[in-house]
């Protein structure tokens, strides 16, 4: 890289706020350099339940302005984005001891209005006796209620937006670590192995390390950060339709139950304080246990730890508001401005955040920024541009699903549904003539291929396998150790 390059905005974490904020900065004309130490979500923001939701539960907690932001984005974010974001609807069952029936039914009557709702279907009582979602349910389960939220691939979210940063002109750097960060002449020095660049602005989106970051940039920060691990289990499916369950629990907690990859469900989410940043998370024996034990109060099909074929865990950065419980704490988010407006160069602090709100987050810390960068002065546009791949109707998926399938007749129906669920529009141009799976390179397993493989790393910033596996894709469930090794060694030689 190019020493001394200058940018109008460095923005330092490539999760979901970072990628968010960049391409916010880049469709408004800025000149912006994302930098990531390790891959794209390759933390936090591929480890979430994988929702675009107003946070129902949020509402016991008062956070009635953060539900009402959540839920106006919902709409937002699956019209931008058709092919990775999707309506799903969820069955809360009632079960007696717990929340009562007319605590939940005025929940879920401020749900369906505070937020804009449009296309998304209200909420609705139903009888689990002649439901679908009655049928893998213990008996006793008898009234629930059904209500709408949305399924979001959260790693494939932020490349996307990574995505359409640099295709506006943003320079994006994965594995790229900031190791020294000092204001010089009015501006940001941002040292890296990769090289130095200097900044007008530095966002610092680093989620659980912003508070490091502004130790090494010697900026004084006023707030608290609370790190709470969340974990998720993956075990077979044990239910055969498409609804989700939002269960509760007798502790007061509540999780959810998703179909997840057509042949597992997803169940999540854990909340426990995770003491140390540099540790690595992972779900831990007690975690697993909890919501297997938690899935076995509501399902026929008993599972135990052994049931489990993948875990995933993610850190929380919260804003410590000083909660007893970390599921207490708020989800909300707030900024810390450092500089700008004729003095330093400003350093702009994201503490919080959630996945379903991280568009709005990113207008918002671009706006602040503004008076000191007259060229972000100009209006957001994330709201009405699609993310790549998304240029079609909202309703418009399996149009795009039938095409596929009537141009690729070689992919079955579960390639057609994975294809057209990742890469929108995108899924033309890197199956271009292809007559069968022979035209695609070599195939690793799962319906994985070395074209798809090469757009990932050519467009997409792939590098390691895992990248591959299990954020711009999940067929780390399916792909062999075989296939593995061969993918590993193939992306090693194309460099």
């Known amino acids: 890289m190019n020493e001394n390059k200058t940018f109008d905005l460095a923005v330092i974490g490539g999760g979901v706020n970072g990628a968010g904020i960049a391409r916010d900065a880049a469709l408004r004309g800025a000149k912006v350099l994302l930098l990531e130490r390790g891959d794209l979500a390759q933390g936090t923001s591929s480890a979430s339940t994988k929702l675009i939701h107003g946070g129902l539960r949020y509402l016991e907690h008062y956070e009635f302005g953060l539900v009402r932001e959540a839920l106006t984005e919902r709409e937002i974010l699956w019209k931008i984005a058709p092919h990775i974001i999707h309506p799903m609807r969820f069955v809360l069952p009632y079960r007696k001891g717990l929340r009562p029936r007319w605590l939940l039914r005025l929940g879920l009557f401020l749900y369906d209005h505070i937020g804009g709702r449009k296309a998304l279907p209200a909420t609705r009582t139903v009888n689990l006796a002649s439901h679908p979602a009655g049928v893998p349910l213990q008996a006793g389960f008898t009234t629930a209620f059904e209500y709408s939220d949305g399924w979001v691939d959260d790693a494939r979210l932020v490349v996307l937006n990574a995505r359409d940063a640099a295709d506006h002109g943003a320079t994006v750097l994965p594995r790229t670590e900031v190791t020294g960060l000092t204001r010089e002449a009015g501006l940001w020095r941002i040292e890296t192995p990769r090289g130095s660049f200097s900044a007008r602005a530095v966002v610092n989106a680093a989620g659980p390390s912003v508070l490091a970051l502004t130790g090494r940039a010697h900026v004084q920060s006023k707030h ?214 022979n035209s695609l390179g070599a195939h690793f397993g799962g319906g994985l291929t070395a074209a798809e493989v090469d757009w990932l790393m050519d467009r997409e910033w792939a590098a390691e396998a895992d990248d591959v596996l299990w954020r711009r894709s999940k067929l780390g469930l399916r792909v062999d150790a075989a296939g593995r090794e061969a993918l590993a060694a193939y992306m090693a030689g194309r460099g």
């Not at 596929?404 to 057609?416: K, W």
């Open 224 to 437: 608290g950060l609370r790190l709470v691990r969340g974990s998720h289990i993956v075990v077979r499916k044990i239910f055969d339709h498409d609804f989700s369950y939002f269960f509760q629990l007798p502790d007061g907690r509540i999780f959810f139950a998703i179909p997840y990859e057509r042949d597992f469900t997803l169940i999540g989410t854990t909340d426990r304080d995770h003491e140390n940043p540099a540790e690595p998370p992972r779900a831990s024996d007690e975690e697993i246990a909890y919501l297997c034990e938690g899935a076995n109060l509501y399902f026929k099909t008993q599972i135990t730890p052994a049931d489990v074929v993948w875990t995933y865990s993610g850190i929380r950065p919260l804003i410590d508001d000083g909660s007893g419980k970390p599921e207490a704490a708020t989800r909300g988010y707030t900024f810390e401005l450092d500089g700008g407006e004729g003095g330093d160069a400003p350093m702009l602090s994201i503490f919080g955040g959630k996945i379903t709100t991280y568009r709005e987050l990113a207008r918002e810390a671009v706006d602040k920024l503004a008076p000191s960068l007259p060229v972000l002065a100009s209006p957001c546009h994330t709201g009405k541009a699609p993310l790549p791949g998304g240029d079609f109707p909202m309703t418009g998926l399996a149009d795009q699903m039938a095409r596929l399938s009537a141009d690729y007749p070689f992919l079955d129906a579960a390639s057609v549904d994975r294809i057209a669920r990742a890469y929108g529009r995108d899924a033309w141009s890197w199956l271009g003539k292809a007559q069968g799976f």
